[in-house]
């Protein structure tokens, strides 16, 4: 952290940055938010890899909206995964919809751009979500080395992406598909559970 703008009565973060008390009614005058938090940061963007020892990522084709890509950073997070990847031409992961709703998680796990292929090269099985076909979840074997992708919120992982195989949420009732962020957190805590009975 290289900053710290602070509003009236609130306790600067513990650490080493330039701390700037700020006047009343700054806060809500330069925040993108209506109701701010009491403080504002500078903080470098954190540029990673996937991790060298990783078996469990969740990965992200050609997201477009902040929301859901923020859910989808805190969703892996709490179900233990070690890297979430977005594929080139996803929302920026540094976009402030993105860095609210992850509310944290984006500065505890990596957040990587990856294509199948660099998930393939990184000894992942890449396993694409799909709204009408693939083996159920709940009978898909997840406990090896794996990248779970969910795909953009129009039109899904293309059919004739190079994935290894394919899965899907079985449901109930005429809707033609869950969320994304929804998808994303349902197979993300199967893979935690499976994990945890293996």
């Not at 700054?26 to 109701?35: F, H, M, P």
């Amino acid at each position: 952290m290289d900053a710290q703008f602070v509003a009236p009565g609130a306790a600067p973060l513990p650490c080493d940055a330039v701390v700037y008390e700020l006047a009343p009614n700054v806060i809500e005058r330069v925040a993108s938010t209506e109701s701010p938090q009491p403080l504002l940061a500078v903080v470098q963007q954190r540029r990673t890899g996937l991790p060298a020892e990783v078996d469990f990522v969740m990965a992200a084709d050609r997201l477009a909206d902040p929301g859901n890509a923020g859910t989808i950073i805190r969703s892996a997070e709490a179900a233990g995964a070690q890297a979430v990847a977005f594929t080139p031409g996803s929302v920026d992961p540094y976009n402030p919809k993105v860095v609210r709703s992850s509310a944290g998680s984006l500065f505890r796990v990596p957040v990587v751009e990856a294509t199948f292929d660099e998930l393939r090269a990184a000894g992942l099985e890449v396993m694409a979500t799909s709204s009408h076909r693939g083996t159920a979840y709940t009978e898909a074997v997840l406990v090896g080395p794996i990248a779970i992708v969910v795909g953009n919120e129009a039109r899904g992982v293309p059919d004739d992406a190079r994935v290894d195989q394919w899965i899907t949420i079985p449901h109930a009732g005429t809707t033609e598909s869950l969320n994304v962020a929804m998808a994303a957190t349902v197979l993300a805590f199967e893979v935690a559970r499976q994990r945890r009975q293996r």
